[in-house]
């Protein structure tokens, strides 16, 4: 054989070898993902930039996509409800500052054993938690803690290594958890009066009485030969819109107000009135709220301006209109109590 055939066969024999090795390591992953480090290089640079984070579970469920716009985070699968924030960026946080401290199995078939398997599965314990940013998106499967000590599962959705890290990193799997639950936080201090009108069964007010030594609310009127009981139970009905938080959310045409309902109306000491329509469904209280200004009530000097007080309202009323909430049960019993539960037994 001629000397020129066998250099070109050679040249294109090492060319083949040479676009084998480029295609291989184009395929491989990053070596930085493959030793310990950060779990997550970079995120903690462009936190700001997030723009969506989603959780998947088994079978591939979407199960929460929290998405920011200008109104700031909201809950995509509660009709774009407040999300919590601060449950939000402790998640980003943490994933930004974990790291990967031990290498684990790389084998398919062993990472269900740390809750790390593909979330196609249909078993699949773990969440696949998505972090979206112009330029990037970041998945990762967060799979089980250490039963002692520090420490969870993860790994690299798009690829077969996984690890634990140094930190504790739990995903929660309900939307509702991932709510914003502060409702309302008014002292029964500012409350000047109660009017509650039940679905059924007599309706009753209360007005705010100083001279009353059982309770700081005192009946406007009682049934004949009826007498109060403890002043307490007044206290818990005027103490409902204390702390007021919510279990869960949804827009006012999953579940319109029913026709007979109780309305529960709250003066404040400011001028707004406070109504909340609450009725029972499926073993909860559901409750819509509404706030206005009335503007024959009397208010005390040194207390809010009207114009504060609108603002206020008008704020409220761009938050909850539109909503209904499910309350927690312990609020709702108190709400819901009958005039008779106020009442002395008849003797």
Do not use: C
């Amino acid at each position: 054989m001629k000397l020129r055939p066998l250099m070109l066969l050679a040249t294109v024999a090492a060319l083949a070898i040479l676009a084998a090795v480029w295609v291989s390591r184009s395929r491989a992953p990053d070596a930085s993902a493959l030793s310990p480090g950060p779990l997550a290089p970079g995120l903690a640079q462009t936190l700001d930039q997030v723009t969506q984070v989603r959780i998947v579970g088994a079978g591939d469920a979407t199960l929460v996509t929290l998405d920011r716009n200008e109104r700031g985070w909201g809950v995509a699968e509660r009709g774009g409800y407040r999300a919590d924030t601060e449950k939000l960026r402790a998640l980003l946080q943490a994933i930004a500052a974990a790291r990967r401290v031990e290498a684990k199995t790389a084998v398919a078939e062993r990472h269900a054993q740390l809750g790390v398997e593909d979330v196609s599965a249909a078993e699949a314990r773990g969440a696949r938690v998505d972090v979206v940013t112009p330029s990037r998106t970041w998945s990762w499967v967060i799979g089980d803690n250490l039963v002692r000590g520090t420490g969870t599962y993860v790994r690299d959705a798009a690829q077969a290594q996984s690890w634990l890290i140094n930190a504790n990193i739990a995903v929660e799997k309900s939307p509702a958890n991932w709510l914003d639950r502060a409702l309302i936080d008014i002292g029964a201090n500012r409350i000047a009066a109660i009017e509650v009108t039940p679905a059924q069964g007599p309706a009753f007010s209360l007005r705010r009485n100083d001279d009353d030594p059982a309770s700081d609310f005192a009946f406007v009127s009682l049934p004949k030969g009826r007498e109060p009981a403890e002043g307490y139970r007044r206290e818990a009905l005027a103490g409902v819109l204390s702390g007021l938080t919510f279990e869960d959310v949804f827009a006012a045409e999953q579940h319109p107000v029913p026709e007979k309902v109780q309305v529960t109306r709250f003066a404040l000491d400011d001028g707004r009135e406070l109504e909340i329509r609450s009725w029972p469904h499926e073993g909860h209280t559901l409750a819509a709220i509404t706030q206005h200004l009335d503007a024959d009530a009397e208010v005390p000097d040194g207390d809010a301006p009207a114009a504060d007080a609108a603002a206020l309202v008008a704020d409220f009323q761009h938050a909850h209109a539109g909503w209904v909430y499910r309350l927690p049960a312990y609020k709702a019993s108190n709400l819901g109590k009958p005039l008779e539960d106020y009442l002395q037994p008849v003797k």
